[in-house]
């Protein structure tokens, strides 16, 4: 199979779909893989690397669109890129279509076959999401300290105290992986970390290993804590919908001047009324007094670290496509079926169809 790497052209985003080890494994498997030049640069991977692992470099976007069969990226196609693609292509990387009902339907107008990291789903996991979201987590407690500071638009709050000056209150919306990372770095700050939670076995593991508090996520029991957090990382996840908005604007007033909400889930759209994406040029903005940082891809900061993570868990699923193509990759591996958002220009992602009110069909029998 011909598989192309374009670099990737969203805002601040600096991370390349894959390394030159994905590479040197692709081409012994008797694949062609076509780079774009400067694809890896953001990520401290330069052209020579890629060249001696066996990759044909190309000179352009349109270059690699034309020649590959599975085009392989890290963020949602920019338009200029939808533009490139045909019923031909296999497109994945991370689509995150709930969020964006323009994307969702120019990526079915492309007639093009669409598969998501994030909905891939195994064992109850999302193993192609879970990496970013574990750096996405850290970096949440870590940004939300730093803007926590008078010079940075926040409260002068020091997240883990002094002797004699109590620490700073963080409050996590869910439990999963980002919210769990997120505590963990806040926690290990000095923080006094409360985490919101619905599964009542999840809290009970939370409780045993995170040291911190948990509360059943309800808004009575969010209503209660906003007054007094400092910090509040918005950490939800429904795969493939859109975010709730656990968080109204009339709830945001409650929090203090100065404190801090950083919202993991804005690529779901947010689980905050407020929310808006923003860049890592310029990522805070306020709203009812409360600083808001919403950057849409917050592994982008740590590229090579956050490239690496990704390609060790989206090497085998690009690996089983290119060896057996889609149809028979969804036979070895039927958990690939949850990854498929778009297939032949017609949406098959029910959450997706369900957050935009448009029709889903089935996936075919035979995919």
Not at 18 to 26: A, W, Y
Not at 74 to 96: C, D
Not at 328 to 348: F, M, Q, V, W, Y
Request: proline share 7%; glycine share 10%.
């Amino acid at each position: 199979m011909n598989i192309g790497v374009p670099t990737e052209i969203k805002a601040q985003e600096n991370r390349v779909a894959m390394t030159p080890g994905s590479v040197v494994e692709l081409v012994r498997r008797g694949h062609s893989v076509l780079v774009q030049r400067g694809a890896g640069a953001g990520s401290s991977y330069p052209d020579d690397q890629y060249e001696k692992a066996g990759a044909l470099l190309v000179e352009d976007a349109p270059a690699v669109f034309a020649a590959a069969d599975l085009i392989v990226k890290v963020k949602e196609p920019q338009p200029g890129e939808i533009a490139m693609l045909e019923p031909r292509h296999l497109l994945f990387t991370y689509l995150h279509l709930a969020a964006s009902k323009p994307l969702t339907e120019s990526l079915m107008a492309s007639g093009c076959t669409a598969l998501a990291y994030e909905t891939l789903e195994v064992n109850r996991h999302l193993p192609l999401l879970e990496p970013m979201s574990e750096i996405a987590g850290r970096m949440a407690a870590i940004v939300g300290s730093y803007h926590l500071a008078k010079h940075a638009g926040g409260r002068g709050i020091l997240l883990g105290g002094v002797p004699g000056v109590a620490p700073g209150r963080v409050v996590v919306l869910g439990g999963g992986t980002a919210g769990v990372n997120a505590a963990r770095v806040a926690t290990g700050i000095g923080a006094d970390v409360t985490i919101l939670e619905v599964d009542f076995e999840r809290m009970r593991f939370l409780d045993i290993t995170m040291g911190g508090h948990t509360v059943y996520s309800n808004q009575a029991n969010l209503a209660d804590l906003l007054p007094r957090a400092d910090l509040v990382i918005g950490a939800v996840l429904v795969p493939g919908a859109k975010a709730p908005k656990l968080i109204t604007r009339e709830m945001l007033r409650l929090m203090p001047r100065g404190s801090v909400f950083v919202d993991i889930a804005v690529d779901q759209g947010g689980c905050a009324e407020t929310t808006r994406p923003t860049t890592h040029d310029d990522p805070t903005y306020e709203e009812e007094g409360v600083l808001h940082y919403c950057v849409a891809n917050m592994p982008g900061a740590y590229a090579r670290t956050a490239t690496q993570a990704l390609n060790n868990v989206t090497h085998p699923w690009i690996s089983l496509i290119a060896d057996k193509e889609l149809a028979g990759a969804c036979e070895a591996r039927p958990e690939l079926h949850s990854a498929i958002n778009i297939l032949d220009g017609k949406l098959t992602c029910k959450p997706v169809a369900e957050a935009h009110g448009l029709p889903a069909g089935e996936l075919q029998p035979t995919v």
